[in-house]
């Protein structure tokens, strides 16, 4: 079974920085399109980065020129640099492949922007 751990969330101020790492366990992970997504609450989950198997990027009209997503595919690590937070950014953050793999799921990692 696919096992995908976030980690990289906390309490920041808005026009802050974090960045979060997902570290993937399946050993064909290279071969994937990646995505990080977001829930916020009383919100659907949306996709808000995504980085293709060959690297190339996009993003949700939200995020676009604050975020940035990266892979380390020797590592089997997927990176999402989120750079001038907003209090609308707060969110549980998860990543998971593209096209989406229901049992990929992990718990995700608690954003939270405020002042």
């Known amino acids: 079974q696919v096992q995908l751990v976030e980690s990289g969330g906390g309490l920041v101020q808005p026009g802050g920085s974090l960045r979060l790492s997902c570290a993937a366990s399946?050993?064909?992970?290279?071969?994937?399109?990646m995505g990080w997504y977001r829930q916020a609450p009383g919100k659907q989950r949306e996709l808000v980065a995504l980085?293709?198997?060959?690297?190339?990027?996009s993003y949700a009209d939200s995020v676009k020129g604050r975020f940035a997503i990266s892979r380390d595919n020797a590592e089997r690590m997927v990176y999402l640099q989120m750079n001038s937070l907003k209090p609308e950014d707060t969110a549980v953050y998860y990543c998971?492949?593209?096209?989406?793999?229901?049992?990929?799921w992990g718990q995700g990692t608690l954003v939270t922007v405020s002042s």
């Open positions: 998971n492949f593209n096209p989406i793999q229901s049992a990929a």
């Open positions: 399946r050993r064909t992970f290279s071969i994937y399109a």
């Open positions: 980085i293709t198997s060959g690297g190339n990027t």
